[in-house]
């Protein structure tokens, strides 16, 4: 059994084990670039597909966190990533050459994502917040020059070229209704602005890839509540979706020759990779143990070959690892196996997918980490709810560094799917809109009193934990339900939406507006909902962490927190802690943050349950 006669890792053991990202095929299908840390430091690497060997191509030029993913440019000469400084996600984009130079391909102001790349690689598409909005803009390599190409009031944050490069497809909002999505094709000068008609007004359409005929998109839409993948015709205006639509699907990529269609099916806390033959529709799972899939970015990054795919791979027991499969015999092999160093693989936990009833009778799932093959001197464990940042993301059963760390020492560890999350549909996922703070609150209670009734729980040391939105939560239910609690660990997390709301960038703003309603309307219901309002309510201890150059979620929001405990009479380090993060933004993949946040939430929770 996991976890059976193995001793828990040290935090830095364990926060130092190497961590690949974003891996993602050239279009010869020669080389595969990723991000990795094996020697201690976020740099970029290419593995050799023939050798199956790797080897590191930058030494500390691309972001220490690899939040942001990576992409080769159109001609394969080199490969695009994001430039930021300490995590701040002012990005610049940034090139690596084969060559072996690196240097800025383009300066942008505020922040930039890259999009795509013409063939030429003369015409690099990105969006950036420079305006009022993120909108889509093209820089000229050859004239070194910058024209946007769309202008909207809402974000546009997904853009391809044709196979062409002639047109290309993007996403964005032009309803009145927020939650609106719809897909556009314009031409590569950015006219004839052209909207699909994909699902209903407010439903999310998403555009992943052209076919290589020029005449079809692979999209997928949520109008029916659950999120499905289609092949919209161009030319006809029809959809032809795939799949028998009983849970979500999300579309992820097109073969070199059109006849293969790659998604992702959401089950029970797995993220399947499922594949769709054009020859005759029909689609099925690859042959993977229950996990989590993560595919790259870019056109065909995913393909080695029309019938090779590669891919990252994790179990909530098992660490990632970087997988070749083949299509036909459908047979895998691994490419870059997972790193565990002296730590035994068996030291870690299977995530049990569970069910409770919230407060209103809703179903929740969630997913549970049983550390009983341990053993302490009073038979009881204590326990640890950790919440999910986004709102709109989800626990999965992929490898948590967070749980697993919690887990094998000891901790029962939950991870609820409250209402807001993704993966169960349209309804469910909007349930939180207008309502933030409100039941998907009532959810996460519901699940701490799941977890306290188990009965190799300790209901007198139970905490909860998040970051993110999984941070405004702490701050909430240590408000809102304030002896439920032994404690509460708020990582980055938000206590003033108003605040927030002046402070964040213009795509987050929209975000908010989306899920709250408009701050002036609504300011009755914003303050409601804002935790600092409620800091008189507090009663357990609370341990407050925050990166200091974090633009989601900007350090003010624990600063004021703060700063209201102490105008309460409360002393830190005695009633309550605190810790600012420097050189750090909104959270970090980077070895040496990682082992100091580990430590940190170590120390607290050893003292404090």
């Known amino acids: 059994m996991p976890g059976e006669d193995t001793t828990a890792p040290d935090p830095e053991e364990l926060a130092s084990l190497p961590e690949f990202y974003h891996p993602c095929v050239d279009r010869a299908g020669e080389n595969v670039a990723f991000y990795y840390d094996e020697h201690g430091r976020n740099d970029l690497y290419l593995l050799d597909w023939e050798a199956r060997t790797h080897w590191k191509v930058t030494s500390g030029e691309v972001p220490r966190n690899a939040r942001w993913p990576i992409q080769w440019r159109g001609d394969g000469t080199g490969v695009f990533f994001h430039l930021d400084e300490d995590g701040d996600e002012q990005n610049d984009i940034g090139i690596w050459h084969r060559s072996g130079e690196t240097d800025v391909a383009v300066e942008v102001d505020g922040q930039g994502i890259l999009l795509d790349s013409t063939r030429d690689s003369r015409w690099i598409l990105f969006a950036s917040d420079a305006g009022e909005q993120l909108n889509v803009y093209r820089y000229d390599t050859e004239k070194q020059a910058c024209e946007q190409l769309t202008s909207y009031d809402s974000p546009v944050m997904q853009a391809v070229y044709g196979p062409d490069d002639d047109r290309i497809a993007y996403v964005t909002n032009a309803t009145e209704t927020l939650e609106n999505r719809d897909v556009f094709v314009m031409t590569a000068a950015g006219c004839d602005k052209r909207r699909l008609s994909i699902g209903g007004r407010g439903s999310q359409s998403r555009v992943a890839a052209w076919f290589p005929d020029g005449e079809r998109l692979l999209i997928s839409d949520n109008a029916q509540d659950l999120r499905r993948v289609g092949i919209y015709e161009l030319s006809e205006d029809t959809i032809e979706w795939l799949g028998p639509h009983e849970a979500e699907e999300s579309a992820i990529d097109v073969s070199p ?22 020859a005759t529709k029909e689609g099925r799972e690859l042959d993977l143990p ?94 640890v709810v950790i919440v999910h940042g986004g709102p709109h993301s ?14 094998t020492r000891g901790y029962g560890v939950f991870q609820p799917n409250y209402r807001g999350s993704t993966g169960r549909g349209r309804a469910f996922k909007e349930a939180i809109h207008g309502d933030w703070g409100g039941m998907e609150q009532a959810d996460i209670a519901a699940g701490g009193r799941w977890l306290k009734a188990r009965p190799w729980i300790d209901e007198d040391r139970v905490a909860v934990f998040g970051g993110s939105y999984g941070g405004y939560s702490v701050y909430c239910q240590l408000t809102q339900y304030p002896a439920l609690w032994a404690t509460g660990v708020a990582w980055i997390g938000i206590t003033d939406l108003h605040r927030l709301y002046e402070e964040d960038m ?75 993060l420097e050189a750090e933004g909104h959270g970090s993949t980077d070895i040496d943050q990682k082992v100091r946040m580990l430590r940190h939430l170590d120390a607290y929770l050893t003292e404090w349950l």
């Open 257 to 278: 020759s059109g006849g293969y269609v790659l998604a992702t099916r959401t089950r029970r806390g797995a993220t399947m990779p499922v594949l769709y033959d054009m």
């Open 290 to 383: 229950d996990g989590v899939s993560s595919f790259g970015s870019g056109r065909t990054a995913s393909f080695v070959t029309d019938t090779t795919v590669v891919f990252a791979h994790s179990r909530a027991a098992a660490r990632k690892e970087m997988l070749a499969y083949d299509l036909c015999d459908h047979e895998r092999s691994v490419l870059l196996p997972a790193a565990y160093g002296d730590i035994d693989s068996g030291v870690f936990f299977d995530a049990e997918y569970v069910t409770y009833q919230s407060e209103d009778g809703l179903e929740i799932g969630g997913l549970l980490y049983d550390p009983r093959e341990t053993t302490d001197e009073t038979g009881e464990h204590p326990g």
């Open 394 to 407: 989800r626990a999965s059963k992929r490898f948590d560094l967070y749980a697993q760390f919690l887990a």
């Open 506 to 580: 213009p795509h987050f703003q929209y975000l908010l507006r989306e899920q709250m309603g408009d701050p002036e309307e609504n300011y009755a219901l914003w303050r409601e909902r804002s935790p600092i309002e409620h800091v008189d309510r507090l009663e357990r201890p609370i341990y407050m962490i925050h990166g200091v150059t974090d633009v989601r979620c900007p350090i003010e929001q624990a600063r004021l927190f703060k700063d209201a405990l102490v105008d309460r009479g409360w002393e830190e380090d005695e009633d309550f802690a605190y810790t600012e």
